[in-house]
Structures are given as C-alpha cells and as structure tokens.
C-alpha cells in the first residue's frame, strides 16, 4: 500500500486525564517495527473495562492514553518477519496475546500469556515503546490493542487474521466481550448439560455468558441484574428467567438457595465488584457448586470470604478471555459465527459514528 513505511495522519479518541471525556484528535502512527503490524480500524466495541480507565479506577494507567480493546480491522502493513498476516487481511487485535513459546501458551489449561500486559499499565508494545504521538505529545498504548483510533499498530502475537467474509462490525465484539463471557460459560466453568446456572451482571459480557451456558445445554439460566430494563434482552439470549436482588429484603443468597434446592451448579460475576463476588460465590451449591470471576474489579479492590465456604466442595475461578487461546481460538470463534452457531447481533444495541464515542460511554454508563 501507499502508506507503507510512512507515518499516517489519522483521528483517534485520545483520553487526556481520568474523568474527563474522549477528545477526537488528529494523531500520527508511526509504521510497524519488526514483528508488529499496523491495522486499519473499522469497527470497536466499547466495553466496561475501557470506562474503568476513564473513570479513574484502574489507579495504575498512564495517560494519554488510546483506549479500546474490542476491534476489528484490515492489515495496512506488516513489520519484517511477520508470518501469515499480509496487507488486506481481516483481523482481530488481541488482549491476550498467545507467543506460543512460554509455560502458559504450552499448557493446554492455560490461556494467559507471559507476554500479556494486562493489568501492567505500562501502556507499551513488547519493544517498550507506543507508536502514537498526538500534538508532539506520546501517547500511551491500551492493553496491546488501542481500538479507538482509525489505525493502531500491534505486535504480530497480538493479532489474528479471521474469515475473509465476516462481518468486522458484528465480530470484532469477539475481540473481547463476546469471547470473555461465552467463554467463562464453555471453558472455565465447563457448564453441563441440564445444570442451573445464575449469571450476576446482564451488561454485554454478562449476555455473552448466558449464550454460552445455552450453547451447553443448561436447563436453567437465572439472570440476576438490579435494572429490570435488560431482562428482556437477557431471556432473547437465553435466560430462563431474571430476577432484581432489591426486590428482597434478605440476602439474595438466601432467595437463590430457595429455589434451586440449595444453591445452583454453576454462578458467574459479570461486574467487578467484590461483594457481588462473594454472593455469586455463597449462591453456588455448597458441595459443588462452581463460580467463575469474570467482572474486572477497581485495583484497589480485595474480596472477602469465608475459607469453609470452599472446604465443603464450591470451587472459585477466573477467566480472562473466556480461556481461549487466542490466535488459534478466535478465527475458530469467527468461523462458528459465519456457521450460525450462536447470534452476536443479539449484543448489538446501537451504531454510532466514532465522533459520537462519549455518547456510547453515556448509553454503557446508564444500562442503555
């Protein structure tokens, strides 16, 4: 392409400082070093883990920094030695990349790499540097991705190419949301078929949770949100009913034990936040009942409970990208959307221009 080699001139949504809005900015991206490629953005998703930043409770993140992790794009250029990518492919930037080299790519349990930089804060490609700059400035890198800007640059173990016919604007939700909760439900928790599973947290991973434990076959999926208004979307996905904890006046523990004879099988935390952790814990089955920790809580966050909770067989896990490995997994996950396996369209709620990026954290924000 024309613009290989060169730096590009492009907009981006550039966080300044916490609690401020995104600023469209015109930046430049420098071109792809070795081992790194550079990709035309044309879809993002806006997740809650991108508002965590902009609302200052990730204590650890440098700004300016180009937010985003949830994209899909066409290859612009590639640095030397990358391998199997080339200009005009599909791609999707990936949160955790998967080096295939180190104790966790080569275990087959595993999915998060060494290399990743999640939860770092560094705001760095592997070579220690970003390659935006915006007004002479520097501009930090988000988790290896950066989504919200018309082109971004990744490391070549941070990108997989996927069908050439998808969709960019439906699958690049697989480049975080969709995976993270569908996988929580079909790899970490490993649902089983005819098994109860309460799903605490109904935004967009929380939905792609229920779609999974539905792919799994289980017979009753409770949603468990405190906005009533996305019980309806949660039942189109799957759930065999919702329920409202301020509805009750006791312990929503309590009411779930009431009616699934004890506890369910299986119960997930979409939120990130810590007490609802530990009732999603206490609501499992006390002999075996199986949590998985999905939400991302603040850094300064710690969870409490109490140990003979897990002695009498409840098990607690987290999953971060549902446990996929990601560049062998998501162009599989592309290839089961083309084949109609599960519906993404179920997840979309609006389509804005990228000017319009505050008012899709405004509609995230307040459970639109």
Not at 74 to 103: A, N, Y
Not at 182 to 203: D, Q
Not at 290 to 308: E, H, R
Not at 310 to 322: D, M, Q, V, Y
């Amino acid at each position: 392409m024309a613009t290989a080699g060169k730096i590009i001139k492009c907009k981006a949504a550039v966080c300044w400082a916490p609690n401020k809005p995104l600023s469209i900015e015109e930046i430049e991206v420098a071109p792809p070093k070795d081992h790194e490629v550079r990709i035309k953005i044309v879809a993002t998703g806006i997740c809650r883990s991108d508002e965590h930043v902009l609302s200052g409770s990730l204590s650890y993140m440098k700004f300016p920094i180009i937010l985003g992790h949830e994209g899909a794009g066409i290859v612009e250029s590639v640095g030397s030695s990358v391998t199997g990518i080339k200009p005009g492919d599909k791609v999707i930037p990936l949160i955790v990349p998967q080096c295939g080299k180190c104790r966790s790519c080569l275990n087959p349990d595993s999915n998060f790499c060494y290399k990743n930089s999640f939860g770092k804060g560094d705001g760095k490609l592997l070579d220690n540097c970003s390659r935006f700059t915006c007004k002479g400035t520097g501009v930090y890198n988000f988790i290896g991705t950066s989504t919200f800007t018309e082109y971004t640059v990744v490391d070549d173990i941070s990108v997989a190419k996927i069908h050439d016919d998808a969709p960019l604007d439906k699958v690049c939700l697989i480049g975080c949301g969709f995976s993270t909760g569908y996988g929580s439900a079909v790899n970490t928790a490993k649902v089983k078929p005819g098994s109860s599973c309460a799903v605490f947290g109904l935004g967009g991973v929380g939905l792609s949770v229920i779609i999974g434990c539905k792919v799994a076959g289980a017979s009753r999926i409770i949603g468990v949100d405190i906005n009533t208004n996305k019980f309806a979307k949660a039942k189109e996905c799957g759930a065999t009913e919702c329920i409202n904890p301020k509805d009750y006046n006791r312990p929503f523990q309590e009411v779930l034990a009431e009616m699934t004879h004890d506890g369910v099988d299986y119960s997930f935390e979409v939120i990130g936040n810590t007490e609802v952790m530990a009732s999603a814990l206490s609501s499992s089955h006390f002999a075996c009942g199986t949590t998985t920790i999905v939400g991302v809580a603040p850094s300064d966050a710690k969870m409490f409970f109490d140990p003979l909770m897990l002695l009498t067989g409840r098990t607690i896990k987290g999953s971060s990208f549902g446990g996929w490995k990601s560049k062998d997994d998501v162009p599989k996950l592309v290839c089961d959307y083309m084949n109609k396996k599960f519906n993404l369209d179920l997840l979309i709620t609006h389509k804005l221009p990228f000017e319009k990026i505050n008012e899709g954290f405004h509609l995230l924000c307040s459970g639109e």
